[in-house]
């Protein structure tokens, strides 16, 4: 069943460069049952920015984004919701 574009919300995580910080950004999701629709990853300079669409309509968003600020290697995490970047130029993005 699809998922209505404004319950998404994007979870943005900018950490230092670290083969490993997808993987632990990841493995955090596993045991609380939320799932990424799209995961984006891409590096800037010495930061690796991993961008995340979950489900915005709970209230883990809050805990998952206080949770990564308190992993070593993150610099930067916050939620924004889906909604606010969908471009009709490209609408696959919306797609689930």
């Given amino acids: 069943m699809p998922l209505p574009r404004e319950r998404l919300a994007i979870i943005v995580i900018e950490a ?3 083969p490993l910080v997808l993987e ?12 990424a629709f799209t995961i984006r990853v891409r590096r800037v ?3 690796q920015i991993v961008e ?7 209230e883990k968003v809050r ?9 070593p290697m993150v610099r930067r995490a916050h939620a924004e919701a889906f909604a606010d970047h969908y ?3 490209h609408p696959a993005r919306a797609k689930l």
């Avoid at 632990?24 to 799932?35: C, K, Q």
């Avoid at 995340?52 to 709970?58: M, P, R, V």
């Avoid at 805990?63 to 992993?71: N, Q």
Wanted: glycine letters at 8%.
């Fill in 87 to 89: 471009d009709p130029a």
């Fill in 63 to 71: 805990t998952i984004v206080h949770h990564m600020r308190r992993l």
């Fill in 45 to 47: 300079g010495r930061v």
């Fill in 16 to 18: 230092e460069h670290c």
């Fill in 24 to 35: 632990r950004i990841l493995a955090f999701f596993a045991p609380r049952g939320v799932t």
């Fill in 52 to 58: 995340l669409e979950i489900d915005g309509a709970t």
